[in-house]
């Protein structure tokens, strides 16, 4: 169980245009879902937090209007990168979290998306 | 600023042996201490979890939590190749949120 989907997992696009990406929690009911970034050689870091039915939480020194994110339902969660520029290039990993057993919080990562801008 | 601090390595072992990776991190109030393998070009994956102190085993890992030193680490005894990645310490808060390490990277060597 647990198991979270993203799509594409890989996308190459030209500069200026938009991106979307998908992530799905394929057999559970995400209440929140997570978008990280991951620079080669980086950890990962995270750009934002987003609830089903409300506005995505975004952390310090991300765009919301480059990254927007829209969480329509318990199961799917999307990242638009707007007007994107080669330095957006990056792995993108979101993950999904439910409440499991006694309490706790797990996320599961999704396979991550790879965005190459030229 | 909430940190986590891992060494970067590259630590390499021999096949059989035991890799020690370790983790600390900077804020008293996490809760809930994670260690995720991420193999090159992908996503990471869930190895341990450990919420109190001790050790907590799982097969061939062992995760030993140490709050007062604000201290976490990984053992993974009779290392195979197929353990050679990077792995990620991540801490979380009352938030909810994940903080990571920037990883070590292990190399098992046959």
């Known amino acids: 169980g647990a198991v979270v989907s993203q799509h594409p997992s890989r996308v190459i696009c030209k500069s200026g245009t938009s991106v979307k990406i998908e992530c799905r929690s394929l057999?559970?009911?995400?209440?929140?879902m997570f978008w990280y970034r991951q620079f080669p050689k980086k950890s990962l870091m995270l750009m934002a937090t987003?609830?089903?039915?409300?506005?995505?939480?975004?952390e310090q020194g991300v765009e919301k209007d480059k990254f927007l994110i829209n969480h329509a339902s318990l199961t799917l969660s999307t990242l638009t990168v707007t007007s994107a520029h080669p330095e957006d290039s990056s792995f993108y990993i979101c993950?999904?979290?439910?409440?499991?057993?006694?309490?706790?919080?797990?996320?599961?990562f999704g396979p991550g998306t790879r965005l190459t801008v030229t | 600023q909430k940190e986590v601090e891992q060494n970067s390595g590259p630590l390499s072992v021999p096949e059989g042996a035991i890799a020690s990776l370790n983790c600390t991190y900077s804020d008293r109030g996490s809760q809930s201490f994670f260690w995720y393998r991420q193999y090159s070009g992908k996503s990471p994956e869930l190895i341990m979890f450990i919420y109190s102190n001790g050790d907590k085993e799982d097969g061939r890992f062992t995760a030993q939590l140490n709050k007062a030193s604000q201290y976490v680490s990984l053992l993974i005894r009779d290392s195979q190749p197929s353990d050679s990645a990077t792995y990620l310490c991540a801490v979380r808060g009352s938030n909810y949120k994940l903080t990571f390490g920037k990883g070590t990277l292990l190399t098992v060597n046959p």
């Open positions: 993950s999904a979290s439910e409440w499991g057993l006694a309490g706790s919080y797990e996320q599961y």
């Open positions: 057999d559970f009911q995400a209440t929140t």
């Open positions: 987003s609830n089903e039915g409300s506005k995505a939480t975004y």
